[in-house]
């Protein structure tokens, strides 16, 4: 088909030269050769006979490489059937390991600083449906949603930390690192958009600068119980055929979320029955002393009220900590209800915290005094205070923005505790997982070969067939990578393309390095220099298993 429209413009051209006034000299005379002038027509077909000559040696060439890509996949698929011997000798990452985005040397580091809430305090799941349960009351009872929302229950199986809400539009979004939608990323309440939903509602997958400002991030692990509100209220609107506005249900919930934690519901519910919520950690303990004995300055930089993690801490720590021991020795300084993210860049003075009575002091604090406990304050007056400056100090925190990029701003070292991520690479070191990334990885290549084959939009039936083949074997194993980590939205740090997600960006950017708890500092010298892997890719815990592996079995 291709062939006869070329042939067709072909002749047409060269004919209309040949009779329309104006033409160029010599087509309307004819050729000359061997002195014999030859007419338009028969030069249209010597034309007509060179190019099909030409097309068919093309065709040929195509069919040859299309032959021996089938043949490629034939292969490889031979290989598909059983787990290669090669890729179970792999190196396995370590899932309580120390990953490195920028350069740190330990020994460098004097001043070891840390949030409280899953920092130091570790969390069960029942946390996410104490919290997603008080603010589904709230919004009941306060804001006057239905009373049918009463019957939502939190979905552990649904949310993952890193999401996007657009006010705008009402979706729930997963983006890659380079801020485009993941297509099997996109929920509008509970049901997955299509691709062609996506194109329709934002046009292209990809979010732009102005589309950017209606998002909201949803970074920490408080926000799943968040996401996953977000969509059960959007759900309950589309479903009961109601007119709403997205950006009101995303207010509505977000201050519900925000009255729970501030009005002391969730601290009182915890400390209620901290056996249901809260994970005892001797682990820990034996880090922070760990770093007073090696002389180490330490301070607790905290959101929370002081009698909620005095509380917490006395309970994780009963087993660990003796009987006349106090938790607030480990810390040089403790600091409560900081207000970060606006702790980093306001100028709010330091108040001195009376535990006994239960109220501030009036006395202006120029000094930290030990055993002390403050409240408030800002970044630079606590740097005035203890002339603590620049990369001698590293901070650990959960939230990437509240959390980390005020203090990486200021030049301090930065931890992000990311406690997905054991389970993310025990699920990545697994062979079945590196089995379907494997395959994954060769079908790309062959589709980039098939593609790069392909010319002026040419395909054959043996072309698109193995197109088609091609597409559907890749699709499976993304489809089956995603579900061993979660059913709707897949990985935390990856898109099923196997691109780092904005959340890994995220953390690439604010982070100078990342592990799963702090304790697991214990497993490396407190001099130790910790690098960037030479082999780096984005994130340093990813392996990529090579399509090698399927080669020459």
């Known amino acids: 088909m291709v062939l006869h429209r070329s042939l067709l413009h072909l002749r047409s ?160 979004l997963k983006l890659d690192f380079f801020g485009s939608i993941e297509p099997d990323g996109c929920y509008f309440g509970r049901r997955k958009l299509s691709r062609e939903e996506i194109e329709e509602i934002y046009g292209t997958r990809h979010i732009g600068r102005d589309q950017a400002r209606g998002l909201v991030g949803l970074m920490d692990l408080f926000c799943f119980s968040e996401a996953c509100l977000i969509a059960d209220m959007v759900q309950h609107f589309v479903d009961a055929k109601l007119e709403f506005d997205a950006s009101y249900i995303y207010q509505d919930v977000n201050r519900a979320i925000q009255y729970v934690h501030r009005s002391g519901l969730v601290h009182r519910g915890i400390l209620s029955d901290p056996r249901r919520y809260l994970l005892k950690n001797g682990q820990v303990l034996r880090f922070l002393r760990m770093l007073r004995e090696k002389g180490k300055k330490l301070f607790l930089l905290t959101n929370s009220p002081y009698y909620f993690v005095d509380g917490g801490m006395h309970f994780m720590l009963e087993d660990s900590l003796g009987y006349r021991d106090s938790w607030r020795e480990l810390f040089d300084v403790v600091i409560a209800k900081a207000n970060k993210p606006d702790f980093y860049t306001s100028e709010h003075p330091f108040r001195c915290y009376d535990t006994e009575k239960d109220n501030l002091a009036f006395t202006k604090v120029d000094v930290f005094h030990p055993n002390k406990i403050y409240y408030h304050g800002c970044l630079k007056s606590f740097l005035q205070i203890t002339k603590w400056n620049g990369p001698e100090v590293i901070y650990f925190g959960d939230h990437l923005f509240s959390d980390l990029r ?148």
């Open 406 to 553: 005020g203090p990486s701003k200021a030049g301090w070292r930065t931890a992000a505790i990311i406690h997905e991520l054991e389970n993310e690479i025990n699920i990545q070191n697994e062979d079945s997982y590196r089995f379907e990334q494997a395959k994954f990885h060769i079908i790309q290549e062959l589709l980039g070969k098939l593609h790069a084959t392909l010319t002026n939009g040419w395909r054959n039936v043996a072309c698109q067939s193995l197109l088609e083949e091609l597409n559907d074997e890749r699709q499976k194993a993304r489809h089956r990578m995603k579900r061993m980590f979660n059913k709707s939205f897949g990985a935390t740090f990856l898109t099923d393309t196997g691109q780092e997600s904005a959340f890994a960006y995220h953390i690439h950017q604010y982070a100078d390095v990342y592990t799963s708890k702090p304790e697991n500092f214990l497993l490396y010298p407190p001099e130790a220099w910790l690098h960037v892997p030479f082999d780096i890719k984005i994130m340093p815990h990813h392996v990529k298993v090579p399509s090698s592996l399927f080669k020459n079995q």
């Open 13 to 172: 051209t060269l004919l209309r030269r040949s009779f329309f006034p104006g033409a160029r000299a010599g087509f309307s005379e004819g050729f000359r050769r061997d002195n014999v002038i030859a007419s338009p027509a028969q030069t249209v077909l010597k034309i007509e006979k060179e190019v099909v000559v030409s097309y068919e040696d093309d065709n040929s060439v195509m069919d040859d490489e299309i032959a021996k890509i089938r043949s490629e996949f034939d292969v490889a698929k031979l290989g598909f059937i059983k787990i290669p011997e090669a890729l179970k000798e792999m190196p396995k990452m370590n899932p309580k390991g120390i990953y490195v985005n920028k350069n740190l040397r330990l020994d460098n580091v004097q001043v070891y600083g840390f949030d409280y809430d899953y920092t130091l305090a570790h969390y069960s799941s029942n946390l996410q449906s104490l919290i997603y349960d008080l603010a589904k009351e709230h919004m009941v009872n306060e804001f006057r949603y239905p009373d049918f929302c009463m019957s939502f229950k939190y979905d552990p199986t649904f949310p993952i930390r890193g999401l996007y809400y657009d006010r705008q539009k009402g979706c729930l």
